[in-house]
């Protein structure tokens, strides 16, 4: 490797002056080219003044969040999720709430899920209704539907559910939800 000129030096000088990187190199340091200052923080903003709370939002339908986890982040794996959704997985038990009050779809469905627990069932088919698609009326409909991720995550029975997952359409589709029960360890 030859070494460079002094005409050859001052022009590389010129070219190393003139040109500025994509990206910060993460190591690499060289002698000959002085350290650039560290940039200076950006100015602290004001203490943040106390807002109203923000008004309260209708709960997500039950069947897009798991209930009664024990453990945080742990779902169902890939393979039930896929035969869930093909319509693959056949329910152990039907737990059908139409014609029911509140009080009494409660005290059912808290019944039916006791059953299933101690005979080791591991799919429950919840026939909930569909919700209305344009609800018209005075009163509300759907109070069941809308009820029921609340009454599962509460439930004395919620560390036995593993997932709550949409119906497949031949098992009810909207208007079902299927209760994954935890599988019993000796």
Same mark, same amino acid.
């Given at each position: ?53 923000? $008004? ?5 339908? /039950?069947?897009?969040?798991? *209930?009664? +986890? @024990?453990?945080? %982040?742990?779902? &169902? ?53 569909? $919700? ?5 009326? /005075?009163?509300?409909?759907? *109070?069941? +539907? @809308?009820?029921? %991720?609340?009454? &599962? ?34």
């Amino acid at each position: 490797m030859r070494r460079l000129n002094p005409e050859e030096k001052a022009l590389w000088g010129k070219v190393v002056a003139s040109v500025r990187p994509l990206h910060r190199p993460a190591a690499r340091v060289r002698a000959d080219v002085p350290p650039e200052p560290p940039p200076e923080p950006p100015p602290e903003p004001p203490p943040a003044m106390p807002s109203k709370p923000a $008004p309260k939002r209708a709960a997500a339908p /039950p069947a897009a969040k798991p *209930a009664g +986890r @024990a453990k945080p %982040g742990v779902t &169902l794996d890939a393979s039930w999720d896929r035969r869930l959704s093909r319509g693959l997985v056949e329910p152990d038990a039907t737990v059908d709430l139409h014609s029911h009050n509140l009080a009494t779809a409660y005290d059912l469905l808290d019944r039916r899920l006791d059953q299933a627990v101690s005979e080791g069932a591991r799919v429950l088919l919840l026939v909930t209704g569909k $919700p209305p698609a344009d609800d018209r009326r /005075p009163v509300g409909r759907g *109070a069941i +539907r @809308a009820a029921v %991720g609340d009454w &599962l995550a509460g439930s004395r029975h919620a560390a036995d559910i593993a997932a709550v997952r949409n119906a497949h359409p031949r098992h009810g589709g909207a208007g079902a939800l299927y209760i994954i029960l935890r599988r019993k360890r000796i």
